[in-house]
């Protein structure tokens, strides 16, 4: 939205409210499907409840080239596959030109995704094979094949933060340390996903974490060939964090994986799950999602407000929330699944609006008073919520400069302050994060354009004189 009438005075974009606060408790190994039905699969990412998404994956072919879903023999690509990397050059736009769009939109709000992987290895997968006889030929210097594809994915794709090893066959310590420790360079982080051969993925990860923070993440394959394996006997890793998967294969029972999952958490000191893997539209994904995000409390509200209940008569799972805005996204970090809510319960002096559109849109009912049941059309229905004090709108906290005026316009696009101010204006989420700070214009009113900011609770600051606004 644009003010052709009104002069904007320029806005520091500090922070978007929840773009910085980093969970990484549930993973999903995204296959081709995210490019094959990309529209619906894009869109079902953002708003699951998973943290990380793992592409899975990147085939490093004889030659070092990058790869995916390619049959590098006859070279043709498979349904929404081709060539990534090339001769240092990043081509993969020749062959899907929405991907590199495609996964930067997976980081942007609304959103639950804060990380992404891409995965080289799985089974029969013969990458580290070529990665061996390429690091023995051609080393892993910035002149080498390896350091050039993998520095034209990074810079077209910054956003992809690790390279998760897969590796299944073609175990040589020697070639896959150097290997990562090149990939640290370049500025990529490692995980690895072992399901066997512990002795290996000790001396990996101890060997790469010489530099502290090379190897970040674990996630032991709990599942397949590594079914027998208890993250107990795998306490090898010192202090990286270890996570736990399981095949969420079309027979596969979200109960069962709630259970073993509670149970690694207990008595193993597990940290976070992941799922092998996201390949369909089989399952409701924000379903197995917000299922992991309960068992690791992925985020926990400080200064809880309303409870919501997954069954009437306050029964089933509850989750406890603050004062805000919360998208579907934002719910399923809490471990609140969409369309899963019978009833709820309010402090007093606050109220809740339920909307059925997945970022505060589309219908809407609000409650001020706990109720054992909100009704049709409401039960099992509502995507995402706002909570707010019953007084919101203008409700000022700091009356002691009446000098200064605050207003937010008719139609929340735009927050007028009129009077004097001598020092920037500051507009605030409910925990206190500065969002957006703005220099006052040297005379009249200062207009601060909103609209780029989600639908909520907000307070404007304006030297002493400080107001809550309600942007719907």
Request: charged share 20%; glycine share 8%; proline share 3%.
């Amino acid at each position: 939205m644009r003010l052709a009438s009104r002069h904007l005075v320029a806005l520091s974009v500090l922070l978007i409210a929840g773009a910085a606060d980093l969970y990484a408790q549930s993973v999903i190994y995204a296959c081709g499907h995210i490019r094959r039905n990309r529209t619906q699969a894009i869109t079902n990412l953002r708003n699951s409840g998973y943290t990380t998404a793992i592409l899975f994956n990147v085939n490093v072919e004889s030659d070092g080239t990058l790869t995916t879903d390619y049959d590098w023999n006859n070279q043709r690509p498979a349904e929404a596959g081709g060539i990534i990397c090339q001769n240092g050059q990043y081509v993969f736009n020749e062959y899907q030109p929405y991907y590199v769009a495609d996964i930067k939109s997976l980081m942007k709000e609304p959103t639950s995704i804060n990380r992404i992987e891409i995965c080289i290895g799985g089974w029969g997968n013969g990458s580290y094979g070529n990665i061996k006889k390429l690091v023995e030929s051609d080393g892993t210097g910035e002149e080498s094949i390896l350091y050039k594809n993998f520095k034209a994915l990074k810079e077209t794709l910054p956003e992809i933060v690790a390279v998760n090893n897969d590796q299944e066959q073609d175990y040589d310590l020697s070639s896959a340390v150097k290997f990562h420790k090149m990939l640290a360079e370049i500025g990529y982080k490692t995980t690895v996903a072992p399901y066997t051969y512990k002795e290996y993925w000790e001396q990996l990860v101890s060997e790469l974490n010489a530099t502290t923070g090379t190897c970040d993440l674990i996630y032991l394959q709990t599942y397949g060939g590594g079914a027998a394996n208890n993250p107990s006997d795998w306490k090898v890793f010192g202090d990286v964090p270890m996570f736990i998967g399981f095949d969420c294969e079309a027979s596969a029972d979200l109960g069962t994986m709630q259970s073993k999952f509670e149970n690694w958490r207990n008595n193993d000191g597990v940290t976070g799950g992941f799922l092998w893997n996201y390949n369909s539209e089989a399952r409701d994904h924000n379903e197995w999602a917000t299922a992991i995000n309960r068992v690791f409390d992925t985020k926990t509200a400080e200064q809880p407000v309303a409870t919501f209940y997954q069954d009437i008569n306050y029964g089933g799972y509850a989750i406890s929330l603050p004062v805000g805005s919360f998208s579907q996204a934002e719910l399923a970090l809490y471990g609140l699944k969409a369309r899963d809510i019978s009833s709820l319960k309010i402090d007093n002096g606050y109220k809740v609006t339920l909307y059925l559109g997945s970022a505060m849109k589309g219908s809407k009912n609000s409650w001020s008073e706990s109720t054992p049941y909100v009704g049709d059309p409401w039960n099992d229905k509502f995507r995402s919520l706002v909570i707010e004090p019953t007084d919101a709108g203008l409700n000022p906290v700091n009356e002691t400069n009446q000098n200064i005026e605050i207003e937010i316009s008719p139609d929340s696009q735009y927050i007028s302050v009129k009077g004097s101010c001598r020092e920037n204006i500051s507009i605030c989420d409910m925990t206190g994060i500065k969002i957006i700070e703005a220099t006052p214009a040297p005379t009249g009113a200062t207009f601060i354009d909103i609209d780029t900011l989600s639908d909520g609770i907000y307070i404007v600051r304006a030297d002493n004189q400080s107001i809550k606004i309600c942007k719907h």
